[in-house]
């Protein structure tokens, strides 16, 4: 199984950990030249501020509701990453840590009983965040796509999920793959979701799934679109290394 460890609002948590009077207050962070939002937190969110909108359209906004502006410290975040990658480092083991960006990790829970992830997702994150002071969400499923779906959906219900999505059985997969519309799919942008629903009538991830290897492979991108279409379906990109060395 994999499992992704997203921080939440990197930039805007970087900022907080060392201004508690910060918690619960609408935050932005800006970009380096102050020109557009590249972190809110959730209250700014829930006000209606926009992800990557220039600074100057929300000032009024931001202005309005006390909003905190901060413009960005990347030492500071760079730092606050690697302490975060390096917990997950000491959890887990260096081999199984795939760092994918400054706030996100891929991790490889195969070391795990199957039956264990739910509690080994919970301990992780109860770590990095107890190590760090940085709140993280946890997707964990048979694959990388899907282990960002669960991500998404673990973020999207926080209250409900307190972070933590696992997707560990075909039910579960199944009722999620139905609820995530084709634009919300890691590997899919906003022009090629808008052409697979005028297209080909394909609106969720699953109907994405069902493609055929040799639907995706013309229509999608040949081998990148049989990998999305594949790990959809819990086929890691690992096994189809094994499938192609294995034809040769």
Aim: aromatic share 8%; glycine share 6%; hydrophobic share 40%.
């Amino acid at each position: 199984m994999k499992a992704i460890v997203d921080c939440n609002n990197f930039y805007c948590s970087c900022e907080r950990l060392f201004k508690p009077y910060l918690d619960r207050k609408p935050v932005v962070v800006l970009s380096n030249n102050d020109g557009c939002i590249v972190s809110r937190s959730d209250e700014a969110k829930m006000l209606g501020v926009e992800m990557a909108g220039p600074y100057f359209m929300a000032k009024p906004l931001i202005q309005k509701h006390d909003v905190a502006v901060f413009s960005s410290n990347y030492n500071l975040y760079g730092d606050l990453s690697w302490r975060v990658m390096e917990t997950l480092r000491i959890i887990l083991g260096k081999k199984n840590v795939e760092v994918y960006s400054v706030d996100e990790a891929f991790l490889d829970l195969s070391i795990f009983p199957f039956e264990d992830l739910p509690k080994i997702a919970k301990e992780i994150k109860t770590t990095v965040e107890d190590w760090t002071g940085i709140k993280v969400s946890v997707g964990v499923a048979p694959t990388k796509v899907l282990a960002k779906l669960a991500n998404r959906m673990a973020k999207k219900n926080k209250h409900r999920t307190d972070c933590i999505t696992v997707l560990d059985t075909e039910e579960k997969i199944s009722a999620a793959l139905h609820k995530t519309p084709v634009s919300d799919i890691w590997g899919v942008g906003g022009q090629y979701a808008k052409k697979l629903k005028e297209v080909w009538g394909i609106y969720d991830a699953w109907q994405l799934r069902n493609l055929s290897d040799e639907f995706a492979h013309t229509h999608l991108g040949g081998v990148v679109g049989i990998r999305l279409v594949r790990e959809l379906k819990g086929i890691t990109s690992e096994e189809m290394e094994d499938e192609l060395v294995t034809k040769k």
